[in-house]
């Protein structure tokens, strides 16, 4: 992994979830993890990308520019099919600026809630959905980008259940595991999350070369 020349890696994030998974990931390898947290006098960037890579890449830019390094930027989100993939890319603000993980869960309950309205039976699993995660890792002195994607299928389900995690996941069911991915530990959500899934591809093409 050549791009990275210390053992450092800088994620463009402010959301310590994900803070808390890369840190994880990437001390399997020897590598510590640096956030936005750490640099507080970088501005914050306005995500106004139409596609999670698009955003993506201007949060890794932005920051890589500034710090003068490499740095790798996560854009992730909810898709859910009976809201014709809504949140998506507003999966953070979907309740609106500042809005929290429990503000946004409870909007998505009440949106999917709303549509049941008028259907015979009370449906447990409310529609199907997946998460998306977006990873580019940009390298100001080559401007090189490195990008990869992953994503994971589930159902929204209308009982929120587990404290692992962060966002979406209480309502995010896995019906091979038959829980929520709160209910997951880090492993086990790395191991099948969109975000392992984009992390291990990008890794393999950092070590590629
Ligand atoms: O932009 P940064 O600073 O990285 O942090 P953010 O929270 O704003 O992140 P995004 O713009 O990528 O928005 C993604 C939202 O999608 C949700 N999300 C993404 N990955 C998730 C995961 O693994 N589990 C649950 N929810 C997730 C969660 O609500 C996030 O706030
Ligand atoms: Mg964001």
Redesign the pocket.
Known sequence: MSVLTSNIVIVA???K??VKEFAHAFAALGLEVRS?FDYPELPDIV?DGTTFAE?AFK?AKTVADALGVPVLA?????CVDRLDGAPGVY??RYAGEGAT?AD?NAKLLRELSELQLGEDTEQPLLSTAR?V?SLALYDPATEHIWTAEGAVEGWITATPSGAG?????PLFYLPNEQQT?ANLTIEQKQAI???GEALRKLIASLQAG
Do not use: I
């Open positions: 994030t402010k959301n979830g994900k936005m995500e955003n949060k996560d854009d992730s989100g909810l999966s953070a993980d946004n998460f995660c995690g962060f966002g979406y996941d991915m999350s969109h975000r």
